[in-house]
């Protein structure tokens, strides 16, 4: 079992919807990353986190710290949006992140 | 400053030959990370630096792969006698030295071995 599993693996919307992306985790965590990686390769931090919630834009974080779990909200969807998200974690001795499979996530208008 | 730069962004290789890739943190960054990502998968952790000093390697380095970051800024990841299954995505980050700092990701460098 990997020690960071999202879910799904796959997602298409249309624009407009509201979408929600999981992501367990089991081991000892220091922080909860959600990246955001679009075709080409290019990764970007959109929301390190490790307790509550936090909201930027359209981009809504929320953890749970007790159930081990943590997801991410993106409202009113746009094309713009397509890319894979990934779950990571930082562990808690080095802060190298450990990362999810990610989720493939695809808007269409 | 412009971020996390790496050098080449692209390398195909012929099996058996040595590659080096480079990798240029944020200035002020103390900590640099070496990630590999294969097709479809999320990245994998490989090593860690905290200025000039290797900190931690994965059991995925094998003893054909060694990283240095000598003067603690850029740092370079050599893999010698490429196989093809090091065809992968190389991904270095950086980050201040503290806990809970964002890793600040480069572009990558796609090495594929032929």
């Known amino acids: 079992k990997n020690e960071v599993e999202q879910s799904p693996q796959n997602l298409t919307a249309q624009e407009e919807e509201f979408i929600t992306i999981n992501c367990s985790y089991s081991v000892g965590i220091s922080a909860l990353h959600w990246l955001q990686q679009h075709p080409g390769g290019g990764i970007v931090s959109l929301f390190m986190l490790s307790s509550g919630k936090k909201k930027h834009g359209r981009l809504i974080a929320t953890i749970n710290i007790q159930e081990k779990h943590s997801s991410l909200h993106i409202t009113a969807s746009h094309p713009r949006d397509s890319a894979v998200y990934i779950c990571a974690v930082s562990s808690a001795d080095t802060d190298k992140l450990i990362f999810g499979t990610g989720t493939r996530l695809q808007v269409f208008p | 400053d412009t971020g996390v730069s790496q050098d080449p962004r692209h390398k195909i290789t012929k099996r058996g030959q040595n590659v080096t890739f480079r990798c240029d943190p944020i200035?002020?960054?103390?900590?640099l990370y070496w990630y590999r990502q294969t097709l479809g998968q999320g990245p994998e952790f490989l090593t860690y630096f905290q200025n000039e000093a290797q900190l931690e390697k994965s059991r995925l380095l094998s003893d054909r792969f060694s990283a240095e970051r000598p003067k603690g800024s850029f740092s370079t990841l050599e893999i010698q006698r490429t196989e093809q299954g090091d065809s992968a995505m190389y991904l270095c980050a950086s980050s201040l030295d503290r806990a809970q700092e964002t890793q600040y990701f480069g572009p990558g460098t796609r090495l594929l071995v032929l």
């Open positions: 200035s002020e960054h103390n900590r």
